[in-house]
């Protein structure tokens, strides 16, 4: 298993660019979120999925847009980037959206935005 | 609403020393917690959750938590620090009593460094 993965590693935008950055996982997870992680503030929920074609909002979901096609991919796109969407974004996944199950997180993808 | 937070951004423990990370929550149910680890450049990774059942929590690398629910906390304890437990440490909060609850909240972190 590669548990998930996560595509680019680094990346750096200009002001209004759009990008995607791809999220998998190849465990059959249910559920699938992503985080963006800022210094002093921990990790905060943008969006998540509990499910294919089931996507919803979480703490920060401003600025970014979701899909869930298929159990393994959940992409995570920023339609026009801003400064202020400079972070480190993590995706994971856990087997169920039951509140018990462990979630498992990928490597990180590191947004710069000039 | 539910939230946890780590009262200290940065803990300092020699090796081979006691260590505690600290964390307190605040949930309108039942509280389920859970630490998770951040090794520099690198993804989250689960160390131990608390559900119900013994207030102490055994989880990977020889860590080890205590639920107390009067002082609604949740400390990480190591018996013994090592120079490779010095990393990035969150903790995290689901509200167990909403089943449509399907968000899990984090602390803001705790950079613990153990010292040779």
């Known amino acids: 298993n590669a548990g998930v993965t996560q595509t680019p590693k680094f990346q750096v935008l200009k002001t209004g660019q759009s990008m995607t950055l791809q999220c998998a996982q190849d465990m059959n997870h249910e559920y699938m979120s992503w985080y963006r992680q800022d210094p002093g503030m921990g990790l905060r929920l943008i969006h998540y999925?509990?499910?294919?074609?089931?996507?919803d909002q979480g703490e920060v979901p401003n600025g970014y847009n979701v899909s869930r096609s298929t159990t393994e991919d959940f992409p995570l796109r920023l339609l026009s980037a801003a400064p202020s969407q400079t972070s480190v974004y993590f995706c994971a996944s856990s087997y169920s959206w039951r509140i018990t199950d462990t979630q498992y997180f990928g490597p990180g993808t590191r947004l710069t935005v000039l | 609403a539910q939230s946890v937070a780590q009262p200290e951004d940065q803990v300092n423990v020699a090796e081979g020393n006691p260590l505690t990370v600290k964390c307190t929550y605040s949930?309108?149910?039942?509280?389920?917690l859970f630490w998770y680890v951040q090794y520099p450049n690198r993804g989250l990774q689960f160390l131990l959750k608390?559900?119900?059942?013994?207030?102490l929590v055994k989880g990977s690398y020889g860590f080890e938590a205590e639920f107390n629910k009067s002082q609604t906390s949740f400390h990480l304890k190591k018996p013994s620090a090592l120079v490779s437990d010095s990393a990035l440490y969150f903790c995290?909060?689901?509200?167990?009593?909403?089943?449509?609850?399907?968000?899990?909240?984090f602390g803001t972190g705790t950079r613990l460094t153990i010292i040779p």
């Open positions: 949930v309108s149910g039942n509280p389920y």
């Open positions: 995290a909060v689901r509200d167990g009593t909403n089943f449509g609850n399907e968000k899990l909240t």
């Open positions: 608390y559900i119900t059942g013994d207030n």
């Open positions: 999925s509990v499910g294919a074609g089931i996507t």
